[in-house]
């Protein structure tokens, strides 16, 4: 077979989301495996291809109040360039309520107005491409919500101008409600209800019939060792757009997926997705391919990466030190588990001899003990040693940032004030490096999305589906609060903490 996995352009939000973006590990695997049964395979991320991630061109997108179903969408001629400098100087001298005046999504008359920038190579080029290149057939990645449209519309495309390509998709939106997305997109051959990694191939080659492919869950053992040769020359940029820049070469890659924890508003925690390991015979061949691929830093993307950490996260750092790897974790580390053990192990990763751990996300998350208080002063407070351990590995160079949740179901506007003082106190009592706040999002097939999906504004927002942008109101605030939220955020901790581009639309 001759395949491509295309990661479609982008679509932004121009004012309140920071483009992040980064290898898509679950097609990178496919395509790995796929390569390695002998296959043609080309993976392709047209948001960086062909400098694409230099190519924005910008619409305003306007939703009807009331929920009326439906996109009105023109191109305006302005620069992502222009509009940012516009936005920033507002930012500066603006009052919150001000700057929202002029730059909210939610208008007075209830409708939702945004403007949107299309980043990348636009889906003309990516046609073409596909024909020249001459592939039977196309997986299109569909993990976040917020890239439905451009998903959708690139599938739906090629079905139209290629007619003889199988179009298959898959990803965390999908698996969140198959049948439904079939029912909304009929042009599509084949999608993945969960893992794709044991359909594949017959989903590419057109042996199954039946439109939704059931994959389950599958352990690390089922994954190849990704291929870096698929992406060396896909576009993507050193120092990565969604990490601490340490300036080194970097990959995503995840030695476990799967979580013990069944948090409300993330997907990976569903009671099926238990943790999963990969083989030490996996990781070193893994790790040894890095090294010849010339990757100096890992980003660990793990969703429970300190999970039984003296048989798995302790031998590991050892497996990456010795080849002189350097690390960061942006999957997230656990707090409640940050032990005197791990950090100990950490700070001698600092050693000065090559490789070192670089940042550090830990987050700290709402559970369900505490989604009624603030989360930075309950969890800081009750696992206080673990909070001793971050100024710990700050000191052995490490940079260490947290989230701030913004519109939670629950929180009030006293818990949001609380967080954001306690935040600032972690930060200037050396802590933490930042708190980056991010505007909660209800997320199809999550405990949040069946409690509080009523309560998203606009049914055709796609765009909101980032964890930047607000999409919501909940019992306790409006739409605009949460944006207001977030601005407040962002201003009241500028004069503590350095917060970088890739962290935040206002920096
Ligand atoms: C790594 C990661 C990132 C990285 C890389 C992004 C990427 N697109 O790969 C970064 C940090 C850049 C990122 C950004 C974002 N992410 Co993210 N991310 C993850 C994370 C931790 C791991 C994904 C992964 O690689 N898993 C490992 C592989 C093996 O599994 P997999 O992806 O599920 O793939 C399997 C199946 O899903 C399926 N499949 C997947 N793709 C395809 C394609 C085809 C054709 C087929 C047939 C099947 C198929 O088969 C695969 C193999 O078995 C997940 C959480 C998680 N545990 O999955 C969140 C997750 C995917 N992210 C999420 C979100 C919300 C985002 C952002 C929108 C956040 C933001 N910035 O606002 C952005 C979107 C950026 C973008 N360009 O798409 C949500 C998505 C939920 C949703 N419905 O929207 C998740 C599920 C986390 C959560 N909160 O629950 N993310
Ligand atoms: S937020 Fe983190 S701890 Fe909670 S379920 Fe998701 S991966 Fe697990």
Known sequence: MNVAFVSPQRQVDAIHEPPRGGIQIGPALMASLLKERGHEVHYLDESVRNGGWQRRSLSVRKLQPNNVRGIHERAIDRTWEDVQTEKMADFRTLSPDDFLKKWSAFKRDGSVERIIARIGVPEEETIEHLRVLGVEAVGIPLAASANYLAATSLGRRIKRELPHVRVVMGGQHITADPEAFVRDNPWVDHVAAGDAITTIEAMMSGHLTSKIVKGGFQKMEEYPVMNCDLFANAGYSTPPTHNYPSGLKSVDWMASRGCYRDCAFCFAGRKEQAVTQSSWDRIRAQLDHFVASGIQELVLQDDAVLFRARQFFLPLLKEMKSRGLSWSDNGGVE???????????????????????????????????NENMNSADSMTKRYENSLENLRRVRKAGVYVLTSLIVGTPDQTRKMFNEDVAASRKLITDGYLDSALPLSATMLPGTEWFTRNGKNIVHADDWAGYNLFSTHHRTDHMAPREIEKCMIRCVQELADVQKIGGWQCAFA
Do not use: M, Q, T
């Open 335 to 369: 707090f409640e588990s940050f032990s005197d053990e791990i950090v100990e192990a950490i700070i001698a990763y600092n050693d000065g001899a090559p490789g070192k751990c670089i940042s550090l996300y830990v987050p700290f998350n709402p559970r369900s003990w």
